[in-house]
């Protein structure tokens, strides 16, 4: 079985501070995709990245960077220099299992970025 | 191009009743999931559609949830008798075939607001 843990429910930030969400995850399979997606108000679910279990390589795009650990089965997200506008709600997902095609979301964590 | 777009985006019934939430997908992508977000949780997967079939059923929580895709491009999740507990958003979203060994971002629509009084 699969699981997804944010165990950050929410965040409040002043604008142009520096935050990371954390994402721990759980899978027994060696080959596995995890995901970022970001939920504003409006409510569709925004797709931001996607890493497979074979490349740990993080990555820096723009102000956002991912820090992927398979040691400590984490995927945790930073945004650097936060605006108003990062205000929303955001799911580490994870894709495991030949077979399966459905993602297991976390609960997500609330992020309030304050003027 | 356009996203996956849903219809209505509220539906609200009365306990008992039968209701019918619409998906339509990206053009062109065969695989067409459903979600259900309630209030406060993450998205938990109901039913992945590959063309016209369901590949996987496992999430659909009883036999009063049925989706079908007759031709392949929109959806329709039907939910008999329903009851207050399914209250929450019902989340569609489409991907990409891609090739073996690989795995496509989901691309989500705006949900349809159910609400059961």
């Known amino acids: 079985a699969q699981k997804v843990t944010q165990a950050q429910t929410e965040i409040s930030v002043v604008e142009k501070e520096d935050v990371t969400l954390d994402c721990v995850y759980e899978?027994?399979?060696?080959?596995?995709?995890l995901f970022w997606y970001k939920q504003p108000p409006s409510g569709e679910l925004v797709f931001l990245i996607r890493?497979?279990?074979?490349?740990?390589q993080n990555e820096i795009s723009g102000r956002y960077s991912w820090n992927f650990q398979k040691s400590t089965s984490s995927f945790n997200f930073t945004i650097t220099a936060s605006q108003v506008v990062d205000s929303a709600v955001y799911f580490c997902?994870?894709?495991?299992?030949?077979?399966?095609?459905?993602?297991?979301f976390g609960k997500g964590t609330k992020l309030s970025v304050i003027p | 191009g356009a996203g996956v777009s849903q219809t209505p985006s509220n539906k609200v019934t009365e306990k008992g009743k039968y209701v019918e939430l619409r998906c339509d997908p990206i053009?062109?992508?065969?695989?067409l999931y459903w979600y259900r977000q309630s209030l406060g949780q993450g998205p938990e997967f109901l039913i992945y559609?590959?063309?016209?079939?369901?590949?996987?059923d496992s999430g659909l929580p009883n036999d009063r949830f049925f989706a079908v895709r007759p031709e392949g491009s929109v959806s329709t999740l039907k939910i008999q008798r329903t009851e207050r507990g399914d209250s929450a958003v019902y989340l569609c979203?489409?991907?990409?075939?891609?090739?073996?060994?690989?795995?496509?971002?989901?691309?989500f629509g705006p949900g349809t607001r159910l609400t059961v009084l």
């Open positions: 053009s062109g992508h065969t695989a």
């Open positions: 899978t027994r399979d060696t080959t596995y995709y």
């Open positions: 997902a994870l894709k495991s299992g030949a077979g399966s095609y459905q993602l297991t």
């Open positions: 979203a489409s991907s990409p075939v891609m090739s073996t060994g690989s795995w496509a971002e989901q691309f």
């Open positions: 559609f590959q063309g016209t079939g369901a590949a996987d």
């Open positions: 890493r497979n279990s074979f490349d740990e």
